[in-house]
């Protein structure tokens, strides 16, 4: 045990333990409010555990092994006692696993719970990444006063419907989330999962999958049966009623407990992570350059656990530090703000321009740029907003991607200074389709002095009545960027990122059964009358010392 203490040291990064010797006591029974039983596993010190602070975890993945140890280990060495408790229906805890749906009523009521244990002593705080930070939203506005603070990181109080809206639907995520899921509980289920992302076979089998048509046929080609997760994603979007009680974003200006949340700037629910943050009262953001599964997240969500979190378990105040503090991408170092989004970056136009050129100046006079979009051969997802296991996330290397000739790039010239953006990035793309139902797809990228593009953040917009130009306003991801003195700015124009984001077959029919797939003639407009920009909240660099 000794040695995974090490490994997990040296992992996150984290100072020596106050102990490494620790005492598990397993299989709880956490009782809920209709009967349900809950099994959650207490991690102490092997001496002086009871009364320490508590850290409580609520997680569908498992209680043991490689899922909880980096989670659990870390904070049971260094001041706290850890309760990690298996959500409703996973590894041994009562009922249907029905996702996102009870942790309200099981979350308050494991609350209840823990404050009466005899090993409690006087506060606890809320802790985890991902489902186990959507865990923490979902109670934290009724959280009992021993409940000192939450840590939730790359987490948002929604969830799953960030991926669900009608005009942006993102396909890969919840689908090979809803894969995992199902089959975590086999044998080896997890460890499967992750040397198939290795290996090949397993990420092979779910991208075929991804290509089936009618989608509503994908779960069944990937795990060999329908899974009521992945048949909902397809038929639900997210403003409908079937996702109402696992919509926690009401909730969160009630929230009086001292929040610090950890995001990434590559993370899929970076948008309604930064909108739950500034919604609170109470609250410090952190984010870095990282996806959603990034080693860096842990780092940083257990430090702060262990910082933030023990002191005001403990009574005490956390180290003073600004309320916003991110890692500026480009520059590559952390900075610190007041707020989010920061001051002084005002939006400013870049206009698409003829030629493949992009500027700060209205565009002249000129034609339409067009390529051709094949939903058979679709535009692919390259690095950026990734989850799926063995998929490369982040900035990557563009080169492949711009060559397609169904990808438009536009440029400027080489920056005669530093440029820096932080805040909300958008698009406005005045666009034609030969077709009715197409999508934009506008991606950000920064040139180097060697010509090789890199994505910055990027969106798409999927539209009706694509037929007629009209301009597609594309929210893009939020960044913290700096393009340095002779790099150049790029914006790509597609009409996809697939898997990431679901195909367009081009017929308007209903994601989960279509089965036509038409090839769609795109047309993008910068002219006058037609003005397509990218939305940059800028600021220009007067000096290395310049900064905030």
């Not at 200006?253 to 929040?259: F, Q, S, Y």
Request: glycine fraction near 10%; include cysteine.
């Amino acid at each position: 045990m000794n040695l995974n203490s090490h490994l997990v040291q040296r992992m996150l990064r984290l100072p020596p333990p106050l102990t490494r010797d620790l005492t598990v006591e397993r299989d709880l029974r956490v009782p809920m409010r209709d009967g349900a039983v809950l099994l959650a596993d207490r991690w102490t010190p092997a001496t002086g555990g009871d009364g320490l602070p508590t850290a409580l975890i609520r997680v569908p993945y498992g209680r043991s092994g490689m899922t909880a140890a980096p989670m659990v280990r870390p904070l049971a060495e260094r001041g706290f006692q850890v309760l990690i408790q298996s959500t409703r229906g996973t590894f041994g805890s009562d009922g249907p696993f029905d996702p996102l749906r009870r942790e309200r009523e099981d979350g308050l009521d494991t609350l209840d719970w823990v404050i009466e244990q005899p090993w409690f002593g006087e506060s606890m705080i809320l802790v985890g990444a991902s489902y186990s930070g959507f865990t923490q939203w979902a109670v934290a506005d009724a959280a009992p006063p021993q409940v000192k603070a939450m840590i939730p990181g790359v987490s948002e109080s929604a969830l799953t419907l960030d991926f669900l809206h009608g005009d942006a639907f993102s396909l890969e995520t919840p689908f090979v989330w809803g894969v995992q899921v199902a089959g975590q509980e086999r044998r080896f289920g997890m460890l499967r999962q992750m040397l198939g992302g290795k290996l090949g076979g397993e990420r092979k089998k779910v991208q075929r999958a991804l290509r089936t048509l009618p989608l509503n046929q994908a779960d069944t080609a990937a795990i060999g049966r329908h899974y009521d997760y992945i048949q909902n994603i397809l038929v639900h979007d997210a403003d409908a009623p079937f996702w109402r009680d696992l919509d926690h974003r009401h909730r969160v200006a009630d929230i009086t407990v001292p929040v610090s949340t950890v995001g990434g700037w590559y993370d899929i629910f970076l948008p309604g992570q930064l909108r739950d943050y500034r919604a609170l009262r109470n609250a410090r953001l952190t984010v870095g350059p990282w996806a959603h599964i990034s080693m860096g997240v842990g780092h940083t969500y257990t430090a702060e656990a262990l910082d933030f979190g023990l002191a005001l378990a403990r009574g005490e105040q956390p180290a003073e530090r600004a309320p916003v503090r991110l890692f500026v991408m480009g520059e590559d170092k952390w900075r610190d703000f007041p707020s989010w989004p920061p001051p002084g970056y005002e939006p400013q136009r870049f206009h698409l321009q003829p030629d493949g050129a992009l500027g700060t100046e209205a565009p002249a006079d000129s034609s339409p740029d067009g390529y051709r979009y094949d939903p058979a051969d679709p535009t692919p997802a390259v690095g950026g907003v990734r989850m799926a296991f063995g998929e490369k996330a982040g900035r990557v290397d563009n080169t492949a991607l711009e060559a397609r000739p169904d990808v438009l790039t536009y440029t400027t010239a080489a920056l005669d200074g530093d440029v820096e953006i932080i805040g909300d990035v958008s698009a406005e793309i005045f666009f034609r389709s030969s077709l009715p139902f197409a999508d934009v797809f506008v991606r950000l990228c920064d040139v180097d002095a060697d010509g090789r593009s890199t994505n910055v953040c990027d969106g798409l917009l999927s539209l009706t009545g694509a037929d007629d130009t009209r301009a597609a306003r594309v929210r893009m991801w939020p960044t913290a960027y700096r393009f340095k003195r002779g790099h150049r700015i790029r914006v790509q124009i597609s009409s996809g990122a697939f898997p990431r984001y679901n195909r367009n077959p081009g017929t308007g029919e209903p994601r989960a059964t279509a089965t036509t797939l038409r090839t769609a003639d795109q047309q993008v407009f910068h002219d006058p009358r037609h003005p397509s920009a990218v939305l940059l909240p800028i600021r220009q660099v007067t000096s290395e010392k310049s900064g905030q």
